[in-house]
């Protein structure tokens, strides 16, 4: 049986290549928008400025094509993982 | 309502935060067993030999002192989520 952090793992991953290839390549997210549909816009329940994640995707996106490959994918959830656990310490204090 | 994308990353907080301060310090894991018991000791179904976790292990371990702390938990569970994506892509091929 999965463990929860398997299945998070795994959500990761299936969630990526649902979106990837709507448009452009078959193995990258096209734009921001769909970052956004990701689930990526909110933050704990806070919703993201556009701009903050338009910053964010621009940052990622180091040969400015436009597209998000799997491993800027991954960095991106990093990034969230951390200002995740940074609400998290807040919010236990 | 959590995305299923938010939820993951929920999970990956809570995770840390369940297992870390059992021995050492509050805000890190201790060793490489805890983290198998975390449920990085199996990729998809396959279970992961401890001298590979070990490897992995030291690697993110940069000072040596036998502690994970979260960006290294986080860089762990990138190498894992990209792990999991080459499974998935050999998978669906």
Redesign the interface.
């Known amino acids: 049986m ?16 649902k979106y990837s290839g709507r448009e452009g390549s078959k193995l990258t997210l096209y734009n921001v928008q769909t970052t956004i549909s ?3 816009g ?1 933050c704990c329940g806070k919703k993201m400025k556009e701009t903050s994640i338009d910053d964010l995707m621009k940052s990622l996106d180091k040969n400015s094509d436009q597209e998000i490959d ?2 800027e994918y ?2 991106f ?2 990034t ?3 200002a ?2 940074d609400f ?1 310490l807040e919010d236990s204090q």
Chains 1, 2 share one sequence.
């Open positions: 999965e463990t929860p952090l398997e299945k998070a793992l795994t959500t990761m991953v299936t969630t990526f290549h990701l689930g990526g909110k799997f491993k991954s960095v959830l990093t969230l993982c951390m995740y656990n998290f």
